[in-house]
């Protein structure tokens, strides 16, 4: 399994070196170390100066500051220095750097798509060599649009996203931050919600968010039973619970079990 290919990515400050333990420590399955948003302006030099990625055996991701910004040119060059398993670029779009830095990285790279513009090139971004997986920033995203942060609001953006992965052959996507930290059940469902669609894992913005979101990408005892009866039902068509069932369904039934074996 690629280091790119996780559920559950809890974000930990850049400046706040002595939470990177306890972060690993979570049951998160990978650490992102924020140089951006999470950063006052003031301490991003600092932060950079403690980038560590030799505190867990967990892929270790690095989230840049963006093309544009002071900062941008110094965080590549750090992230190149040390050990990242990836280096997430915030902001994702065409036009800039983005191109030429995914020929030359070698580090892979993860795409945060957060704009109507990376939306609108998340086919062209996924098809870049050296982007190994796309991420979903909601908050930015609709603060770009001025629409809502609710499903119904990001039905769209988050199918496209899962159409680009496909279309890419790249990993499912990765979902947004729920930021209601405290609604064990909001975030269980957001994460639920995120796998019906097709993504394949979630940001975590705080520890009691990660329980919450593996079960939501985790199968129901009911999904684990039926998929053993339709991968015992044989070749060919068949019928199992009154349903007919042929390759495609048991291909659906093969990626559950797999997700109750992760």
């Not at 992965?165 to 931050?177: K, M, Q, T, Y």
Request: hydrophobic share 50%; proline share 5%.
């Amino acid at each position: 399994m690629s280091h790119t290919d996780f559920t559950v990515p809890l974000f930990v400050p850049g400046n706040r070196p002595e939470r990177f333990t306890k972060a690993a420590a979570s049951g998160a399955d990978a650490i992102i170390v924020d140089l951006e948003d999470a950063v006052p302006a003031d301490a991003k030099e600092a932060a950079r100066a403690s980038l560590d990625t030799d505190f867990t055996h967990l892929p270790v991701f690095l989230r840049i500051n963006g093309e544009g910004t002071p900062w941008h040119s110094d965080d590549l060059r750090a992230a190149a220095a040390l050990s990242f398993a990836g280096v997430i670029v915030p902001k994702a779009e065409l036009g800039g750097d983005l191109a030429a830095l995914a020929a030359t990285s070698s580090t892979p790279l993860l795409a945060l798509i957060e704009t109507a513009r990376g939306l609108a090139e998340a086919r062209q971004i996924a098809a870049l060599p050296g982007v190994e997986r796309l991420i979903f920033g909601s908050v930015d995203f609709c603060a770009d649009l001025g629409c809502a942060h609710t499903r119904e609001a990001l039905r769209y953006a988050r199918s496209e996203l899962v159409m680009s992965s496909r279309l890419a052959e790249l990993s499912a996507p990765v979902d947004g931050v729920t930021t209601a930290i405290g609604e064990i059940e909001l975030v269980m469902e957001d994460a639920r919600h995120a796998l019906e669609l097709g993504f394949g894992g979630k940001l975590a913005i705080h520890p009691k968010q990660i329980a919450p979101i593996l079960a939501g990408f985790s199968p129901e005892a009911w999904e684990v039973d039926w998929a053993n009866r339709v991968l015992a039902s044989g070749d060919g068509a068949a019928r199992v619970d009154g349903a007919m069932v042929d390759e495609p369904v048991r291909m659906r039934a093969r990626a559950i079990l797999a997700r109750a074996a992760r």
